[in-house]
């Protein structure tokens, strides 16, 4: 196991002048597969993610991101919890749809938000020595709400995504993550497209339109007014 991980730290090349570890390389490629197929709402996203999860482990804990390597575990965690949710068929044998965030919700998550972002910033401020514990903590929180939503085909969770791949790109900068900064600015036109193409889904669940099961797993539904803001 120790030898993985040291391979996994030794730099695969130089990418303007900083060393880029193999970490950083194949968590490149299992996070744009990953974030490919959640747009696709394809469900084999979940077990990438925990692949691509594992890799960031090792990355943010060499550069001292610590709160974000933290998050690492709890993602693989809601990993298993979003595949079993996308996996759960109802009685009519329809996956769970895609649906919008609800008033209420958003004050929930907001007041929740909020609050877990002070309780890790003063963690992180007064027991480790993360070098950016401000910006490490609104990170982590935003990336929950994103991912409570990605569990539950919220089609806002992208555009808590896109935000916080905006603050990612100049942190990982500043933190020599260079490659991962520039794996977050096509994450961010990723999910742009994400938002582009659930937006389709939900338009076509709306009108009773099949969707292309070969890139979905959302089955033709129609929704209430009442169902779509649940």
Known sequence: MNTIIEWLNTPAFTLFNAPTTWAEVLGFI???LCVYLVAKANIFNWPIGIANNVLWIVLFMSAGLYADSGL?????ILAIWGWITWATRDENSYVRPITRTAPKQWVALAAAGILATIVMYLFLEHLTNSTVP??????????LLATWGQIY???ESWVLWILVDIIYVPLYIYKGLTLTAILYVGFGLL???GLIEWRRILHAQRNSIPV???DSTVSTITLTP????S
């Open 30 to 32: 299992t996070g744009a």
């Open 191 to 193: 999910c742009v497209y």
């Open 226 to 229: 009442a169902e779509d803001l």
């Open 212 to 214: 292309n099961p070969v």
């Open 153 to 155: 085909k919220k089609i």
């Open 134 to 143: 401000l910006w490490d903590s609104i990170t982590t929180v935003i990336s």
């Open 72 to 76: 690492q575990i709890v993602y693989i």
